[in-house]
């Protein structure tokens, strides 16, 4: 079956600034519509989607080989064009994923906190939408599914702008959602996908300050910066995930050996991956060789510092620029501290705001440590790799945010939401 694009482009005339501020309006007439739907058809239309996702999916990974094809010709990676597939498998895990999101808990017109003030005013914080979502994307076409699912249960509306490399995926998905909304009696421009491959579509849309409220950008650090750079519109955002283990002089070595593999090795390519290991020089001669085991067997790199290389021959010698590096790959940077104050020292001047964790047996370090460090996530005696929306309890994330206004940390459908204040009188008047 032969779906529409996302976004009709009326008139090939129209440049793609028009294209991008028409698209914004009409995603905020689409809003206020759709902050008004109830949970029951938002969930409804959600199963629709999901279920027109397997029909169609065919159709689907038809026009990801377009995708497909043209990544090969230019050479992209193998990891790249992994990313960038779409197989039986994924589709069903789309479809999957905005079945769970249906089944949360609806945040909009919840009451957060309840007050009466002394002149019998009953004051409440109610949770609404945002209103109109912004999110800029690389090559995962599965994230057009994932973001259209947790904005529209969150009742806001979403322009999605994926890479150009996955540009006939992303159409082909945004194709789907278009037919199921206004089925459902929710405005088809409530999830519109960018339809233009140019560049310039990403600072238009930057540029739609007006209309849209937040801007959410998925991928590489270069990518993050640039729109930061050129936004006009607040942005949800992290450069990077230079995550830390902490071994503290109490840490029970077992425990410690299974944190920090864990850590490392489970998935080294994403942003709660460790990426460097801090050990209390008290242990370090009896942790670190049993450890070394572990990473080399796995065939982690490591680079330590000048203890470290004492301890471990095998290491080689980290750089200035390994502390900072988020390697998103088998290689790990380890230093050798005086004490928890070096540790949090360390973390503060090199560290991403993203994940920490300190394996531990002192109670007393373990609060101090989750009180002095200031990153999104904070674990004692847990894996890095706990940051993440379900891990968490949050269901379905859609990023994690070391931006410390509105969000931070795993944004699930409540960080998609804002409150306002409702105040219910009987008759008061200021004097």
């Known amino acids: 079956m032969r779906l529409a694009l996302s976004t009709r482009i009326r008139g090939k005339h129209m440049s793609v600034d028009k294209i991008i501020e028409q698209m914004a309006k009409s995603a905020r007439t689409a809003s206020r519509a759709l902050a008004r739907c109830s949970t029951s058809k938002k969930n409804e239309v959600l199963l629709k989607i999901a ?248 065939g982690v790199e490591i680079r330590g510092c000048s203890k470290t290389c004492k301890i471990l021959p095998m290491a080689k010698k980290a750089s200035e620029e390994d502390w900072p590096a988020e390697y998103l790959d088998l290689i790990i940077a380890v230093k050798v501290v005086d004490d928890m104050d070096e540790a949090i020292r360390h973390i503060e001047k090199y560290g991403s705001d993203h994940t920490e964790s300190i394996v531990t047996s002192d109670y007393s370090r373990a609060r101090r440590f989750t009180r002095e460090v200031s990153s999104s996530v904070v674990l004692v005696n847990a894996s890095t790799r706990f940051n993440d929306g379900g891990q968490l309890g949050l269901g379905a994330e859609i990023g994690i945010s070391t931006s410390k206004l509105h969000a931070f940390g795993p944004m699930g459908l409540e960080e998609l939401t804002t409150t306002k204040f409702i105040a219910l009188g009987n008759g008061q008047v200021r004097e």
């Open 51 to 298: 279920e027109e996702l397997v029909k169609n999916e065919a159709y689907i990974k038809k026009e990801n080989k377009k995708d497909l094809s043209q990544a090969k010709e230019a050479g992209l990676s193998s990891a790249f064009i992994d990313r960038l597939t779409i197989k039986d498998a994924t589709i069903r895990s789309m479809a999957d994923g905005l079945k769970e999101v249906s089944a949360l808990d609806d945040p909009v017109g919840s009451i957060v906190k309840t007050w009466i003030r002394p002149n019998g005013i009953e004051v409440s914080r109610m949770r609404i939408p945002l209103g109109v979502i912004g999110i800029i994307y690389e090559s995962r076409p599965n994230v057009t599914i994932d973001a259209a699912g947790l904005c529209l249960k969150a009742g806001n509306a979403v322009i999605l702008r994926g890479g150009s490399d996955a540009f006939y995926s992303n159409q082909a998905l945004a194709g789907i959602i278009k037919k199921v909304l206004p089925e459902s009696g929710i405005p088809e421009e409530a999830v519109q996908v960018v339809p233009v491959k140019e560049r310039i579509a990403v600072n238009a849309l930057l540029s739609q300050e007006e209309y849209i409220d937040l801007i959410i950008p998925r991928g590489g650090e270069e990518l993050i910066r640039f729109v930061v750079a050129n936004s006009k519109i607040p942005v949800l955002k992290h450069y990077k995930g230079v995550c830390h283990v902490y071994v503290d002089e109490s840490a029970d070595i077992d425990m410690a050996r299974r944190i920090c593999f864990n850590s490392k090795v489970q998935r080294p390519g994403v942003c709660n991956a460790m990426e460097t290991m801090l050990v209390n020089k008290k242990t370090a001669k009896n942790f670190l060789p049993e450890m070394a085991k572990d990473f080399t067997a796995a």
